[in-house]
């Protein structure tokens, strides 16, 4: 009996037929359920400490600096590795990184470790983080290109997103209830926990030897990508356009401030206005597997963009909680939309032998834009106050997004299969 080539069947569950794409979403998911619940704990437990809203910002930098000073070098090693390899040493890191978190704040250590040592502590590891974050990124952009046929790349895509959206969701609701119930410690075992299990799925997946062999120097391999995104007028866009709206609209960074000082929510409701944001997402992703946002890309992505700076301005304004939250909702569904368009691009865009060096590229754009734009956020609260800065950051979002409306009106005419046809 002959079985069907799951490639040939166009369903929206397509992808997923794939069991060793479904062991790299496990991977993604557990991994960005830990690394979700400790960026809210982190950020709330700092601000508890402090009082500082600038304290908030310099979590994101301390995590910006080693992620953008190392990625073109992680892209260059993801593309020459054995992919699996990589990505256990990689979550080794950071397991590591998490497990001192864990000791530090428990009431054992507090004999040895004073809390005015204890934020330099949860710095370090922050960077160490980081430092993790710029291999993690091209390590896994490469690989999926591995498992997943190129007529899949929009639907691996999507159901990929998906999973780290619904990882959002669980994991900043998980933290937010934990720490406020049981403590920090008892949250970052949960944390340790969970990286331990998405450390256990890359043994699901097969060893996928690299398709680039460096026969240059290092320079002139890094150059190579740099050039080849600086070509592409669409992928340089898209970066370009991610980049600047969020480090304007970055203004998630500030929720304990709202949840601790203007919504007096606490933790838990801070977990929750955390989730609310990846719960649009993770709906609105749900939604584009059976309605495609592909069908005019570049327009759609645009629109996206200005909706993600509007929903930022009213979350701004809101004195609800329950408002709050639906604000925060729309934001995640604008996001998604986003974020599906720019990974679709980039993966048709991007020829195999270079997608770790192109995807280190994406990862100083986008990649550490969300921590460039916390820490702008932190700033801007500290000078303007915490609803001005918000307001602002909105504001710019849709100004930047303006801006490219005007310069790429060209390229808002294109489809899906036009642009696959220049990459043919």
């Known amino acids: 009996m002959d079985t069907i080539d799951p490639i040939e069947k166009p369903d929206p569950y397509a992808a997923l037929r794939y069991p060793e794409f479904r062991s790299y979403l496990g991977m993604r998911f557990f991994f960005t ?6 960026a809210v704990i982190i950020g709330f437990h700092i601000y508890h400490l402090t ?49 001192v978190m864990l000791i530090v704040t428990t009431k054992q250590m507090q004999v040895y470790v004073p809390t005015s ?18 291999f993690f990124s091209p390590a896994t952009f490469s690989l999926m290109a591995q498992i997943i046929p190129k007529k899949l790349y929009p639907n691996s895509s999507t159901w990929n997103s998906s999973s780290w959206q619904a990882a959002s969701i669980l994991g900043p609701a998980v933290g937010g209830l934990i720490y406020g119930f049981y403590g920090i410690t008892a949250t970052y075992v949960v944390i340790v926990t969970f990286i331990l299990i998405a450390l256990i799925c890359i043994f699901f997946l097969k ?55 203007i919504l007096k929510v606490g933790s838990e409701g801070l977990g929750f206005m955390r989730a609310a944001a990846s719960s649009g997402a993770v709906i609105t992703m749900l939604a584009m597997t059976r309605f495609s946002p592909m069908n005019k890309p570049w327009r759609n992505l645009i629109i996206a963009v200005i909706g993600f700076g509007t929903s930022i301005i009213c979350y701004g304004l809101s004195k609800s909680f329950y408002l709050t939250l639906f604000f925060l909702f729309m934001e995640g569904a604008f996001d998604s939309i986003s974020v ?9 865009l991007t020829p195999d032998e270079m997608r770790g060096r192109v995807s280190a590229v994406n990862s100083m754009f986008i990649g550490s834009s969300n921590e460039i734009g916390a820490f702008e956020s932190g700033l801007t609260a500290k000078l303007m106050r915490t609803v001005p800065a918000v307001v602002f950051g909105g504001s710019m979002t849709i100004l930047i997004a303006g801006i490219t409306y005007f310069k790429t009106k060209e390229l808002t005419k294109l489809s899906l299969q036009e642009i696959n046809e220049q990459t043919a």
């Open 340 to 348: 599906i368009i720019r990974s679709t691009i980039m993966q048709l």
């Open 117 to 134: 040592s204890i934020i330099p502590i949860m710095y370090l590891m922050v960077f160490g983080i980081g430092i993790a974050r710029g």
């Open 51 to 99: 009082k500082d809203p600038l304290a908030l910002g310099f979590v994101g930098l301390c995590e910006a600096i080693p992620a953008i000073s190392i990625a073109l070098y992680g892209g260059y090693v993801a593309d020459k590795s054995e992919k699996r390899g990589l990505l256990l040493k990689i979550f080794s890191g950071v397991f590591l990184c998490s497990l």
């Open 207 to 261: 060893p996928h030897e690299p398709t680039f062999i460096p026969k240059q120097s290092i320079v002139t391999s890094l150059t190579e990508g740099v050039k080849f995104v600086f070509k592409s007028k669409m992928m340089l866009g898209a970066m370009s356009l991610d980049l600047f709206s969020v480090f304007f609209g970055g203004a998630v960074a500030l929720l304990p401030v709202f949840a601790n000082d």
């Open 33 to 38: 359920f830990a690394y979700q619940m400790q």
